[in-house]
């Protein structure tokens, strides 16, 4: 059995006295796609930033393509580098071009030569359709577009691992569907992801495994047709009535 | 007033816009006629004591006795004194060949081609270097000219770019510094930064000519002119740290997790992604204490040292010219007003292009 891509043991979260994530425990293997929902203040972006160390773990194990993320500076960079993220609110560094969002990480991080690195930019904006955008500044683009210029600049340092924490929920509702479609061809390019999302067609056309977490718990973990069909505790059920039932 | 629109709408001549913004009511058209005819005395009233009413250049003083304008007379009579203070008199091109050079300097390094931190060092080295030598002398057959004695514009020239030079550097360090997460740090900078801006200026200064020598052993005082230019820098250092840090606060968290989540070092986080705007969204008030630093650069005056308002009053203070004084300070007055309007013309330009690229 090879190693999973991501492992988590017994993690505890807290922020003073509260709780933020308690004994949660997921493995995801290589090229495994996993949607993780639940109702808000659940703890799926705690969970998903303590993969990346933007979150300090408080108690249990997690390990990155078999690095454990320990106060080792130099384990957490080389994590990061394998680990992209996605924001709910896109990031991107207003101060720079499109093409330079996507081109200075890979030259600062990677070392690329620059002339190397601008044509990986370029490749990974032609990738996310917006290649035609490249010399604009983030705030000359719609939501939609803005949002794909960050899927491309995580892309660009080459990540083995995609995290999304809610990519969809801060865009207007006609600009969803070209997020949604990027992130359809990455999966199907065998990318290893981790998906908060409510997008529940997304899930279940795309997921390999839906996770449904509740006040700071892994409630229930099932393959999406069983998980929508037949899920078998109640929280899930209220919740999944609660997002499908308009 | 309030239907007034700061644009002619379209179809609308120049003139009956004009007339509906300034005479739209009885009041505003009274208002506008009587600040017209206010503006209009105080432009000739200027103009001919300025220009028509002048003295331009004679040898002596007598001719200004009768004249009913302005004696600039006595900027051709004295201006090499206001202008190099003590610096002397032979010796003055070295004075204005050394205040060209760092001229020049702050003038190459206001052009975005050489914004790089080798090449902006290079310059600097390079400029401050040859100030110095020419300056102060003693090699390439100059005589020796010590900086007690180095004045005038070059002086506050050579003052108020050490102080830049120095002191934006010691800000930028001292902001990181306060919002460290080692308490140490934070609290070490938090009270360096409101100790400094607690005390005045002069107090600085005076600390740094008269009491320092006290304290440090002689191989460690350098110059007076050094030391003060330090404390000076000290001072500037402490508000421009505030700024960058109000700066740094009013940038989303997101933008620095964007980074680490990228794999970014502290290092490249700070220097591409959190200056960069912590500055572009301060731009103003970095302006605005750059313009105060160069204008505080006369208090240097009281510890001694002959800068351009020292050295003009010393040019009217005695014998002839005496009466003279308004034109002097007329004069001066016109020379920082070329440095500081530069100043926020540069710093417009600057607002401007940091627009462009994000609009
Ligand atoms: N920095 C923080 N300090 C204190 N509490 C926090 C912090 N971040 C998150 N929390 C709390 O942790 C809980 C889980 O948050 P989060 O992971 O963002 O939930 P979700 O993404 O599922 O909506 C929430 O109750 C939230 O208030
Ligand atoms: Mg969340």
């Known amino acids: 059995m090879s190693e999973p891509a991501i492992y988590l043991h017994g993690v505890v979260k807290r922020y003073g006295a509260f709780i933020a994530l308690k004994d949660v425990s997921l493995s995801v293997d290589e090229g495994e796609r996993v949607v993780i929902c639940g109702p808000s203040g659940s703890g799926k972006s705690t ?19 078999g690095t454990e993320l320990t106060d080792d500076d130099d384990a957490i960079r080389e994590v990061r580098r394998e680990v992209g993220m996605v924001f709910q609110d896109f990031n991107l560094f207003p101060h720079l071009s499109v093409l330079e969002n996507c081109a200075l990480p890979r030259i600062r991080v990677r070392g690329t030569p620059r002339a190397e690195a601008e044509q990986i930019a370029r490749r990974e904006l032609e990738r996310m359709r917006i290649d035609n955008q490249a010399d604009k500044f983030p705030d000359q683009l719609s939501g939609g577009q803005q949002q794909r210029v960050a899927i491309a600049r995580a892309l660009c340092m080459e990540p083995r691992i995609m995290l999304f924490d809610e990519p969809t929920s801060a865009l207007d509702p006609e600009m969803v569907g070209e997020v949604l479609d990027a992130m359809v061809a990455l999966a199907e390019g065998g990318m290893t992801m981790i998906c908060v999302t409510h997008e529940m067609g997304f899930a279940r056309s795309v997921a390999d495994r839906v996770v449904f977490m509740a006040d700071g718990r892994i409630v229930e973990q099932a393959p999406p047709d069983r998980f929508f069909d037949s899920p078998s505790a109640p929280e899930t059920r209220r919740f999944l009535e609660q997002i499908l039932g308009d | ?64 006795k009768d004249a009913a304008g302005a004696c600039w007379a006595v900027i051709d009579a004295r201006g090499r004194l206001i202008l190099f203070g003590l610096y002397p008199y032979e010796q003055h091109w070295r004075s204005a060949l050394g205040c060209a050079i760092i001229i020049a300097t702050m003038g190459l390094s206001c052009w975005p081609a050489m914004w790089g931190m080798w090449r902006l060092l290079g310059l600097w080295l390079a400029g401050f270097g040859s100030f110095v030598i020419l300056l102060h002398g003693g090699v390439f057959g100059l005589e020796v000219v010590t900086s007690e004695q180095w004045g005038g514009l070059a002086l506050t020239v050579f003052i108020f770019a050490s102080v830049f030079v120095i002191g934006m550097p010691l800000a930028v360090v001292l902001a990181l510094a306060r919002r460290s997460n080692l308490p140490i740090i934070s609290w070490m900078a938090a009270i360096f930064i409101d100790t400094v801006r607690s005390l005045p200026l002069l107090t600085i200064l005076f600390a740094a000519a008269v009491v320092v020598p006290f304290v440090l052993p002689d191989w460690a005082q350098g110059t007076k002119l050094g030391r003060v230019i330090f404390g000076f820098a000290l001072f500037y250092a402490a508000y421009q740290a505030e700024i960058i840090r109000a700066g740094i606060q009013s940038i989303p968290k997101g933008q620095e ?43 240097v005056t009281i510890i001694g040292f002959f800068e351009v308002t020292a050295s003009a009053s010393a040019a009217v203070g005695r014998g002839e010219w ?38």
């Not at chain 2, 989540?261 to 204490?289: C, E, K, W």
Request: proline residues 3%.
């Open chain 2, 257 to 299: 997790e964007a980074a680490q989540a990228l794999g970014m070092t502290y290092r490249s986080t700070v220097l591409d992604i959190i200056l960069p705007q912590a500055f572009r969204n301060t731009l103003p008030s970095t302006i605005n204490q750059v313009v105060i630093t160069f204008k505080e650069t006369s208090i």
């Open chain 2, 1 to 64: 007033m309030s239907d007034a629109t700061l644009a002619p709408p379209p179809g609308d001549s120049r003139l009956a816009y004009l007339r509906r913004r300034l005479f739209s009511t009885w009041f505003d058209g009274i208002v506008t006629v009587v600040s017209g005819l206010a503006l209009l005395w105080l432009i000739t009233t200027v103009l001919s004591w300025a220009l028509l009413d002048a003295v331009w250049s004679e040898e002596n003083a007598e001719a200004c």
């Open chain 2, 322 to 359: 005496g009466a003279y004084y308004v034109e002097v300070y007329v004069f001066v007055a016109l020379v920082y007003f070329i440095f500081v309007f530069g100043l926020s013309r540069y710093g417009a330009y600057l607002e401007r292009r940091s627009r462009l690229s994000h609009v």
């Open chain 1, 47 to 65: 969970l998903i930033r303590c993969i990346n160390r933007l979150e300090v773990h408080s108690a249990g194990t997690i390990k990155v393509e």
